[in-house]
């Protein structure tokens, strides 16, 4: 298939692209055992994409109020971070691996500039999970202790070590035995943490609010109380902010709401600028002298590349100096009044909706309720999806810089919708 640079396809173009791309999505990537009707349509094919707005190979325009799973806090293809990854493109895409490359080094600089407290020492890397990773190695290495408390219907990955301490069990089965040195709990439960943090616990890894879980906030004691319990124990406190870091929950970091500093800070998703894929994790110095003893016990072949670290660094600079947090907080209050009137008016469908800034759970009766809601916006060309760990739950997570008519759309569509789950 050989697709057209700098125009939009013809339509015997658009037909040849979308057929090809549905033909090889399904002959050689998809992995469900059955087709569904959809997995033929050739409206799937997605082409462009620019701020809030996803084309489709037809120009069909969809509003992104799904954001990548979190990728997208500026929007698509935001223009400076577009820019500059263009220009270190141009300049020198990844690194010697010898020498030392000031954009990564900028990068690092700008992060520690608002991370919470003395975090400031980081290591990059390429996703979420990856970030987990690292960040569950250093808590072995620096306390010299094994075990981990998690919470029952967490999310932290898919590769093995993340995967251990991800709380849902459909997901573990397949590849136990994973690190056997695991305990879950309730998540909102700092008592229960208290109870089975012990002598061997090198950490408590949480997300501020449970994303794939079900958008769950927690109270707001709890994230202090599960401080005071760590620190008590001398236990690392490591918070997974893949999701909800930069901007996401209505405040830079989502353990801010609360005036808490973890020991380790993770981070992916919006750290990419919606443009190259980068993770990381952020640290104190005292923690990260664990390494010293030898740095190779923990590197990367991509992770520190420059184009990624481009991107990070006007990321940062971007969500900070447009106050994308306090934007996130405005909207996402309205937004919650607004679909807590719809649930007002359709409480047969909804069950409650919750969420903070703009990370929104809506979480139906059942989970054929949920995909049907997902399938009625998608026809009114609004893109939503369910949370991995509790289907029944639709998650609204757009830009942040969402234009606010499009915001009107998207209730718009819902007060369309969901009368029409009945027919």
């Excluded at 979308?18 to 992995?31: K, P």
């Amino acid at each position: 298939m050989k697709l057209p640079l700098g125009r939009q396809p013809s339509r015997d173009e658009q037909e040849t692209i979308a057929a090809e791309g549905i033909d090889n999505w399904n002959t050689y990537l998809r992995r469900f055992p059955k087709a569904k009707d959809r997995d033929r349509d050739r409206a799937l094919v997605e082409w462009s994409g620019e701020g809030s707005i996803i084309r489709n190979i037809y120009g069909e325009e969809y509003i992104d109020c799904l954001g990548g799973y979190g990728i997208f806090s500026l929007g698509h293809r935001h223009p400076e971070v577009v820019a500059a990854v263009k220009e270190q493109l141009d300049r020198m895409p990844l690194h010697s691996q010898y020498l030392v490359n000031p954009i990564t080094a900028e990068a690092g600089r700008r992060l520690a500039e608002v991370t919470p407290g003395s975090l400031r020492r980081t290591f990059f890397c390429n996703s979420g999970t990856e970030a987990v990773e690292g960040a569950l190695k250093l808590a072995r290495l620096y306390t010299r202790r094994r075990g981990f408390i998690s919470t029952e219907n967490s999310f932290h990955g898919k590769s093995m070590g993340s995967l251990s301490v991800t709380g849902r069990q459909v997901f573990r089965e397949p590849f136990q035995p994973l690190l056997q040195d695991v305990t879950f709990v309730p998540y909102g439960d700092a008592a229960a943490i208290g109870r089975v943090i012990g002598r061997d616990t090198a950490a408590v890894i949480l997300e501020p609010v449970q994303g794939e879980g079900g958008v769950i906030v927690p109270s707001d004691g709890f994230w202090p109380e599960v401080r005071e319990i760590c620190s008590k124990h001398d236990v690392l406190l490591i918070a997974d902010e893949v999701q909800t870091g930069l901007g996401r929950t209505g405040a830079l970091f989502g353990v801010n709401h609360w005036g808490v500093v973890p020991d380790i800070l993770c981070l992916a998703k919006a750290l990419s600028g919606g443009v190259v894929p980068c993770g990381s994790f952020t640290t104190t110095d005292e923690i990260f002298a664990s390494f010293h003893g030898n740095p190779m016990w923990h590197s990367s072949t991509f992770g520190n590349n420059p184009l990624a670290a481009t991107a990070a660094a006007k990321a940062i600079e971007i969500t900070v100096r447009e106050r994308l947090p306090e934007r996130a907080a405005r909207l996402g209050e309205g937004l919650l009044r607004r679909l807590r009137s719809l649930q007002a008016e359709h409480p047969w469908a909804i069950l409650d909706v919750r969420g903070k800034g703009l990370l929104i759970g809506l979480e139906m009766r059942d989970e054929a309720l949920g995909a049907a809601l997902a399938e009625k916006l998608y026809a009114r060309r609004v893109l939503v999806a369910y949370a991995l760990n509790r289907p029944r739950v639709i998650r609204i997570e757009p830009p942040l810089n969402i234009p606010e008519d499009l915001l009107d759309r998207l209730v718009e569509a819902l007060h369309e919708a969901l009368p029409a789950l009945r027919d």
